[in-house]
């Protein structure tokens, strides 16, 4: 997997020394750096893709708390890390308060060693992120990426599932949706749901459902919820006040997201309603398998003729 | 990635747990009286007996306090490679450890806590035996009445990455009677087991503990004594 990092410093030998030090001690790694000198410049260069941040506290035109600032809304997932000269007892962190932000003095014995070990550890398990991580999200990552799931035929029996779900729980707003690396996208949708869009991994509660060892979450009511509580708000705008998710499970047991039912008011759900969703979401995946299947004898039979 | 350490994190005679392999975070969950943060400051001064760092994030305790309750279980105690990151929120008071105590005034402020705690860690890191280091952060139920619980799991997170990747050992302690079980749940995911501590139902010892989730440890309530 690639690993986008941007590397943030004024000076410009410092920038490419850390780099090919980082790029040396990191080899076994897939990694592509982006470089940078001031905070506009790397402003500029953050994506959805950027993996990590590594920045010096004093830029030019502003400082790496800016830059860490900026990067939480272009790539929430990002980690952060201070690389710098500057003593972390000099630097007012009230004005970053609540976010979390690692540090390497560049003056540390170790050198870049620490850094690379820092830096290692925070891409392949996204320490920073806000929300847990499955321990095999690299292979159910890989599982979702082996799908097709663009194929037109596919929605629309997908489509008729949500639908199902939507008349079976009698509520407004139904989806099945796909956990990525950074969002949480929609493959089939019933009602007002139609009008979502991708929205970052960190706003779902999807997110949480994928980590179910039963693999299916009830949340009677988002403003209650510690986990969802912050971004009740959100949720309520969008007509989502109680959620019923069931997991879409692979043939080789990896989630690759769930069956859901949204109502906008505060709800139970019973033993039977979640027996219900996971059997319509064991038959979505039985569909997104078998086209898969399909897709690939034809494609056998293509190579033959 | 491979570290300096090797052996495992090794602790008294009255705390029946086996060796901690390097790298791993240990949730210590137990109720207010049940003393379960006791355990967790000891599971990280027992490393005053091996010569490794002991390096503390205190949200209810002054470091003075923390460092007085250390000698109070352990006799002798070495503070030479004791850090400590106070967020107790009371005036800063010259302390013993020096520079070796950080002083953070809020506990709302996690960028403070962690960059503070970064930095000690490095410095801690440097002069212990091989990069030996043993994290006890005191506890996420005060941190939580502070901060939300994403903005806790984050910072929870990062620290225990940190702890990860340079082989040390995380001990974080939290009373689950104060959290909702979503809340420990999500909590929970941060770390590779669990040390569950209740009062003890006889009498013996200073209470209960049970281990869970990590290999080769004891089965079942065990007995403990925090005092040498």
Known sequence: MVHHILCVDPDEDAREETVDKLRSELAAQDLRFETAGSLASAEAELTTDTAAVITEYELPDGTGFDLIGAAQTACPDAGCILYTDTDPDTIDTTALRGSITEYVGKDSIFGTERLSQLLGTTIETRVQATYPVPQNETERLAALRSYDLDSPDLLASLDRITDLAADHFDVDRASINIINEHSQDFLACYGDAQDWESMDREDSICTFTILEDDDVMTVEDVTEDPRFETRSETLLDMGIRAYLGANLITSNGLVIGPLCVYDDDSREFSAADEAYLRDLADVAMDLIELHSRLDSVAGDMGEAQ | ?228
């Open chain 2, 1 to 228: 990635m491979t570290t300096e350490t090797d052996g495992g994190y090794e602790f008294a005679d009255g705390i029946p747990i086996n060796p901690i392999d390097p790298g791993n975070i240990v949730m210590v969950a137990g109720p207010a009286l049940s003393r379960a943060e006791d355990v967790a400051r000891t599971l990280v001064a027992d490393g005053s007996d091996n010569g490794e760092g002991m390096l503390y994030i205190s949200t209810n305790m002054t470091a003075e306090k923390l460092l007085n309750a250390c000698r109070q279980t352990h006799s002798p105690f070495d503070d030479t490679q004791m850090g400590v990151i106070d967020c107790s929120g009371q005036d800063a008071a010259q302390s013993v450890l020096g520079e070796r105590v950080k002083y953070v005034s809020t506990q709302s402020d996690l960028t403070g806590i962690g960059m503070k705690f970064s930095a000690l860690y490095e410095g801690l890191y440097g002069v212990v035996d091989q990069g030996r280091v043993r994290t006890g952060l005191i506890s996420l139920s005060s941190l939580s009445m502070y901060v939300d619980l994403r903005a806790l799991f984050q910072f929870a997170q990062t620290v225990s990455g940190r702890i990860d990747s340079a082989g040390g050992l995380g001990v974080f302690a939290i009373d689950p009677t104060t959290h909702e079980t979503k809340a420990v749940n999500t909590l929970s995911q941060v770390a590779d087991g669990r040390i569950e501590v209740r009062e003890s139902e006889n009498g013996s010892g200073d209470g209960e503990l049970r281990v869970r989730g990590l290999p080769d440890q004891p089965s079942g309530w065990q007995s403990f004594t925090l005092s040498e």
